[in-house]
């Protein structure tokens, strides 16, 4: 895999770790004289959740496959911190 394609599989995933915010449309049409016509637009925000799962994957990769029990208390409180910053950066809406 190359280098380019790892780094937006890595993006993706923190994405889906952090949870996002994304936007949906939905439009209804009429038939009128043989033509259809726009009659309905609703466009909502959904809000999609932090995923545990994809937060695990990620730190596994960033570890290396490295077993956990191993980790110091120092690196795991190092890791937490910068989980929580990336939280914190998140635009809130």
């Given at each position: 895999m190359d280098e380019k394609t790892r780094q937006k599989i890595e993006k993706a995933l923190i994405k889906r770790a952090i949870g996002y915010d994304t936007k949906e449309t939905i439009?209804?049409?009429s038939e009128t004289e043989d033509e259809l016509k726009l009659t309905?637009?609703?466009v909502t925000t959904k809000s999609v959740p932090p995923d545990i799962s994809a937060a695990?994957?990620?730190f596994d990769i960033k570890t290396d496959g490295e077993d956990l029990t191993s980790?110091?208390?120092?690196?795991?409180?190092?890791?937490?911190q910068r989980l929580l910053?990336?939280?914190e950066d998140k635009p809130k809406k």
């Open positions: 439009e209804e049409f309905k637009r609703k695990k994957l990620l980790v110091s208390d120092e690196n795991l409180e190092k890791e937490k910053k990336l939280l």
